[in-house]
């Protein structure tokens, strides 16, 4: 479970975030504003990250709050390989995937991820699992996001570094790397899909 400051900071920036959004009255938007001063404060006090910065984030956020959508592709080979990137941004593996983008389906930002993050082309073939990122032992986060996770096959393409990626690679379930991108994908989830992969049959994992 997620630290209980972490709970409490996410619940006062979503209320401010809505209120803000709803609000009419001016003492009311100042109110808010206070609210959401102090849910930023909560979590500048418990991590690594500047209160300018947390501040920065909170402010960006407009309309009704709700939690945001992280995409994540599990691209397997014939052989039963499973496709890993290796981030830029911390030099550890995870799948290939990220916030989802509007005006794309949910299967179009997963194979668009695929695609420019490791060079290959995949197929969606079934959501694998939807799940509360709270619930997983992710290192804290500022806002709520549901991860979902889509068991996909290689359909073409071939290994290519991103922007964002340094190294492409494949890996069978007993030789994972280590290195993971914790914020990305947690071991368990990898271990999930390989279930998945080799049960297409199982329901999707809803928390």
């Given at each position: 479970?997620?630290?209980?400051?972490?709970?409490?900071?996410?619940?006062?920036?979503?209320?401010?975030?809505?209120?803000?959004?709803?609000?009419?009255?001016?003492?009311?938007?100042?109110?808010?504003?206070?609210?959401?001063?102090?849910?930023?404060?909560?979590?500048?006090e418990?991590?690594?990250?500047?209160?300018?910065?947390?501040a920065?984030?909170f402010?960006?956020?407009?309309?009704?709050?709700?939690?945001?959508?992280?995409?994540r592709?599990?691209?397997?080979?014939?052989?039963?390989?499973?496709?890993?990137v290796?981030?830029?941004?911390?030099?550890?593996?995870?799948?290939?995937?990220?916030?989802?983008?509007?005006?794309?389906?949910?299967?179009?930002?997963?194979?668009?991820?695929?695609?420019?993050?490791?060079?290959?082309?995949c197929?969606?073939?079934?959501?694998?699992a939807?799940?509360d990122?709270?619930?997983?032992?992710?290192?804290?986060?500022?806002?709520?996001?549901?991860?979902?996770?889509?068991?996909?096959?290689?359909?073409?393409?071939?290994?290519?570094?991103?922007?964002e990626?340094?190294?492409i690679?494949?890996?069978?379930?007993a030789?994972?790397?280590?290195?993971?991108?914790?914020?990305?994908?947690?071991?368990h989830?990898?271990?999930?899909?390989?279930?998945h992969?080799?049960?297409?049959?199982?329901?999707?994992?809803?928390?």
């Amino acid at each position: 479970m997620q630290p209980t400051w972490l709970m409490w900071a996410r619940e006062l920036q979503a209320i401010a975030q809505t209120g803000l959004t709803y609000c009419q009255d001016p003492f009311d938007r100042q109110r808010y504003e206070q609210i959401g001063a102090l849910a930023a404060r909560i979590f500048a006090e418990h991590t690594d990250t500047a209160l300018e910065r947390i501040a920065e984030l909170f402010d960006a956020q407009s309309g009704y709050a709700t939690p945001k959508v992280d995409v994540r592709g599990a691209v397997f080979r014939d052989d039963g390989r499973l496709l890993m990137v290796r981030e830029r941004h911390d030099n550890r593996w995870a799948l290939p995937g990220g916030w989802a983008d509007v005006h794309q389906t949910p299967r179009e930002n997963i194979e668009r991820e695929v695609r420019e993050e490791s060079g290959y082309e995949c197929k969606v073939r079934k959501l694998a699992a939807v799940w509360d990122r709270n619930r997983h032992g992710h290192p804290p986060q500022p806002f709520f996001a549901y991860k979902m996770f889509f068991l996909c096959e290689l359909a073409g393409g071939a290994a290519q570094p991103s922007i964002e990626t340094t190294e492409i690679a494949f890996f069978a379930e007993a030789e994972l790397p280590e290195d993971i991108s914790m914020g990305r994908v947690r071991p368990h989830q990898l271990k999930r899909m390989f279930e998945h992969y080799r049960a297409p049959e199982l329901p999707t994992d809803v928390d």
